[in-house]
């Protein structure tokens, strides 16, 4: 892991929090969506959630 200092150390704590529970609500729309086009946006959206916090994680490797 790089030096990152305890503030952006806790921006990206936050950050990936937020990414998850975006995903999570994202997926739990497109379980409930009956509109395919609605469905598939709401897919994407949490696709690219679990790519933004899988990116952040790099930060901390």
């Known amino acids: 892991m790089s ?3 305890e ?3 806790q921006n990206l704590r936050h ?3 937020f990414s998850e529970t975006d ?3 994202y ?3 497109a379980e409930n ?3 395919p086009y609605v469905k598939q946006f709401f897919q994407k959206e949490a696709q690219s959630a ?3 916090k899988q ?5 901390l490797k």
Do not use: A, R
């Open 50 to 52: 679990e790519q933004k």
């Open 15 to 17: 950050l990936l929090l």
């Open 23 to 25: 995903k999570e609500k």
């Open 33 to 35: 969506c009956t509109d």
């Open 27 to 29: 997926k739990t729309y």
């Open 7 to 9: 503030m952006e150390l």
């Open 55 to 59: 990116t952040l994680i790099q930060f």
């Open 3 to 5: 030096n990152i200092s």
